[in-house]
């Protein structure tokens, strides 16, 4: 019995232990008042489910890494995490990380979360710090942007307009620096006017942009601050970027000694106790001045801007108009109406929270519950109105006037904040933070020690501007530049793109290629020439002149494709140079294979009567030969016509280039043609080999073999050009000069010997047998004759092949052919 009662007391301690680790989760976050934001929901979330949670904090400068460390785990120890929307991708793309989902997709479970009240997350949050591709991945907590904030007592008391324009910015700091008394506070304790963060490996990246991306990004929130949308280079080696690095370090003369030492932490304190006119930070400043003596003379408004702007072709700063800044601002001045180009900068983004797609669903649904807890509207406004959350407004609900005025805000302070929240966040110009893979390392990592050592003069602005442009381009080429480019293109709003610079195939080498083409064509119309010249001679006459100018003209047909091939790839010239090419190889071996035709037709004649198949007989032949390469053709241009194809295979990133291709049935239709020759070239050579015995006038068995050696050994070449290679220029080369020596040897072989023979003055020598030859050797020795003998050779003791060949050279001679 007592065994019995252990036994059980044991099984309820275990199951009390499984209950027990099923209820707990662990979220990982960033320490301080982002730790303390979710600790004090613990407790209440806790009542609510009977889940607990265990907060484990990290430097804002370690959180990404431990994060990401703990995704490649099997077992990640984290259940979920707090996180910057800039890292999303970082998580989702993470090619290294274990399981079909690094982040858990929320989508479902959001849509069925009636007490989330998902639609009133404003848009924009909704969009870039929680989805990514069109899913969900996390809940909102936070919503960050910055804004500038300046004492409206001091500008009234100097009579000085707030700053809209970085220039403004820059005369107000001048005169105000220039007041002997800067005791601000009236306690005795001199202030300072411009107080920016720009302590290195602080978070000073985020705010050289303030200034930059209004110079920068004028054509809305699409165009980008960061990079070219079409390229992904770094928009840095600009003039704008130059004009904000000089208005950026020209600010260091307006704050404290030490400004280059001071951290976000440093100046909103200074801020807050009154020591600054002006300084920039995300919405935590009217929330932290609340009953503090600055509390109603602290003024906030979205960022300054610029009166000029990069222009089109980013060679120059052009002053601002309706074109140039079509979403800009009019203000009126003394002197005239200005146009100002805002660019508000939704840096950082807020906190979001997200689960960890390896675990169980029990767990993501615990995870999830507990962020949607923290971001539901009873948790989430409370935590926005405290100024010790460090949370700012990112619901509708929240952007609610009377509801700060309710919590003790004075109604000139929350106004300017909800106003300025509302004017950056419905701006079309909007600039949207750096949210690709490895957005850590682009700022962090290269923007912030290169900017830094610009304001402290350790670097010239040319070394910055290089330091900048070489480390990005460092990063993007790493993690794959047309990967990058698409994320960053989605991260604005626009469309993939899968390209940005064409790769041409090298001029130098279509010039030479077209010149060398054009030159083999002048040699087609001197042999051309040669020919009608010479077309007396019985070694052409038997050759048939016809059939040898047929042969010429598919060959020019062909060196023409060719040239048509190294001009710039469009639809019509692809179409073009297809047909002029086939056509031309159908002419040059369907005057071939007709003669051989001819001989072979000829010489099969047993009964050696001699058949008169004149050139007008056999041209049928050679046009049934072209006439099924233009059927080919037809088929071919109807059903898959060869355009100018854009293409990305094989070249680097962001690179692209025009060839010509028939993307869908191409490789069939040009195997079709490859073989329709190849059986024309077989048929012929076997033609050739059944007349291999005729006479040397007529025998052409050894040239056509050497001509389907020669063009197999081309296509075969063309075919794995065309499959193989991918780079635009060695594929042209290569298919280009083969097709070439196809062409021109093929030429070569049927030209050439009988070229040598009329050269050697022996054209009319080539029309007696060897076997009329042998013939008559024989019948000499038979009759006792000496070779100087007269006596000749009766014609019934003839050899009857060397009969035929006489036959077949009285047909030839009496020009019946």
Request: aromatic share 10%; with cysteine; glycine share 8%.
């Amino acid at each position: 019995m007592p065994r019995v009662v252990l036994f059980t007391v044991l099984l309820l301690m275990l199951g009390t232990v499984v209950v027990s680790a099923q209820k707990r989760i662990t979220i990982a976050t960033k320490e301080d008042n982002t730790a303390y934001a979710l600790t004090k929901h613990v407790e209440g979330f806790k009542e609510k489910t009977g889940i607990e949670v265990q907060v484990v904090a990290f430097p804002f400068g370690r959180l990404n890494s431990e994060i990401k460390n703990d995704l490649l785990l099997n077992s990640p120890q984290f259940d979920g995490f707090m996180f910057a929307p800039a890292w999303i991708t970082d998580y989702v793309l993470c090619d290294a990380c274990p399981g079909p989902n690094v982040l858990a997709p929320l989508t479902d479970l959001v849509k069925a979360d009636k007490p989330l009240d998902w639609f009133d997350v404003a848009t924009f949050f909704r969009a870039f710090s929680s989805s990514y591709n069109s899913e969900i991945y996390a809940i909102p907590l936070d919503g960050d942007i910055h804004y500038f904030y300046y004492r409206k007592d001091v500008l009234e008391a100097n009579n000085l307009e707030v700053p809209r324009t970085w220039e403004e910015y820059l005369h107000a700091c001048e005169v105000l620096a220039a007041l002997p008394d800067k005791d601000w506070n009236n306690d005795g304790e001199q202030g300072f006017v411009s107080c920016i963060p720009k302590k290195n490996g602080d978070l000073g990246y985020w705010f050289v942009y303030d200034v930059a991306g209004a110079y920068i990004q004028s054509q809305g929130t699409k165009a980008g601050a960061f990079f070219d949308i079409d390229t992904m280079e770094p928009l840095v080696d600009n003039p704008a970027f130059r004009k904000a690095l000089e208005l950026y370090k020209a600010t260091n003369e307006f704050g404290p000694v030490n400004e280059l030492e001071l951290g976000l932490g440093d100046t909103r304190t200074m801020m807050l106790e009154g020591r600054c006119v002006f300084s920039l930070d995300w919405g935590d400043i009217p929330v932290l001045a609340k009953d503090t003596p600055v509390e109603d003379v602290i003024g906030t408004s979205i960022m300054p801007g610029t009166t000029e702007v990069l222009s089109a072709d980013r060679q120059s700063l052009v002053p601002c108009t309706v074109d140039t800044c079509p979403h800009a601002v009019k203000y009126s001045r003394p002197d005239g109406d200005i146009l100002v180009n805002h660019a508000p900068y939704a840096a950082f983004g807020g906190w979001s929270g997200a689960v960890s797609g390896q675990k169980s669903s029990e767990v993501i649904q615990m995870v999830y519950d507990f962020f949607s807890y923290v971001s539901q509207p009873s948790q989430s406004i409370p935590d926005v109105l405290a100024g010790d959350s460090g949370f700012q407004m990112y619901r509708y609900s929240q952007v609610n006037e009377q509801l700060w005025l309710d919590a003790g805000f004075s109604a000139e302070t929350i106004v300017e904040l909800i106003d300025a929240t509302q004017t950056t966040l419905a701006s079309a110009n909007l600039m949207i933070d750096l949210r690709v893979p490895g957005a850590p390392d682009y700022q962090g990592g290269v923007l912030d020690p290169a900017v830094f050592s610009w304001l402290d003069s350790s670097s010239t602005m040319e070394e910055v501007i290089a330091d900048i442009r070489d480390g990005w381009n460092s990063i993007t080429d790493s993690l794959g530049r047309r990967t990058q480019l698409q994320i960053y293109r989605q991260s604005i709003g626009l469309p993939p793109k899968d390209f940005s610079e064409e790769v041409e195939v090298s001029e130098g080498a279509r010039i030479a290629l077209a010149l060398v083409a054009g030159l083999l064509i002048l040699g087609c119309l001197a042999l051309a020439v040669f020919v009608l010249v010479k077309r007396s001679l019985r070694v052409w006459h038997y050759a048939s002149p016809v059939f040898l100018f047929g042969s010429l003209l598919g060959a020019v047909l062909g060196y023409v494709a060719l040239i048509l091939y190294s001009v710039d790839a469009s639809t019509g010239t692809c179409t073009t140079a297809l047909w002029l090419l086939v056509i031309g190889m159908a002419l040059l071996l369907g005057n071939v294979f007709a003669k051989t035709f001819r001989t072979w037709r000829l010489f099969s004649n047993k009964r050696l009567q001699g058949l008169r198949l004149r050139d007008i007989d056999i041209l049928p032949i050679a046009l049934v030969v072209v006439g099924l390469a233009a059927v080919i053709l037809i088929v071919w241009t109807v059903m898959d016509a060869p355009t100018a194809t854009l293409t990305t295979a094989g070249l680097g990133d962001l690179e692209y280039a025009y060839i010509c291709d028939s993307p869908d049935d191409g490789l069939a239709f040009f195997i079709t043609t490859v073989c329709y020759f190849g059986v024309l070239l077989l048929v012929a050579c076997l033609l050739g080999f059944k007349t291999r015995k005729a006479g040397e006038a007529f025998n052409e068995s050894k040239t056509l073999s050497l001509v389907v050696y020669n063009l197999t050994q081309v296509l075969i070449i063309v075919l794995v050009a065309v499959l193989a290679i991918d780079d635009p220029t060695g594929r042209y080369v290569l298919v280009t000069i083969a097709l070439m020596f196809g062409i021109t040897v093929t030429v070569g072989l049927l030209f050439l010997p009988k070229v040598w023979i009329t050269i050697k003055g022996r054209g009319d020598e080539v029309a007696v047998s060897r076997f009329a030859k042998a013939t008559a050797h024989k019948n000499r020795t038979r009759s006792g004759t000496t070779p100087g003998s007269t006596t000749s050779t009766p014609s019934n003791n003839l050899d009857p092949r060397a009969e035929l060949n006489t036959v077949v050279t009285q047909i030839f001679d009496s020009s019946e052919v």
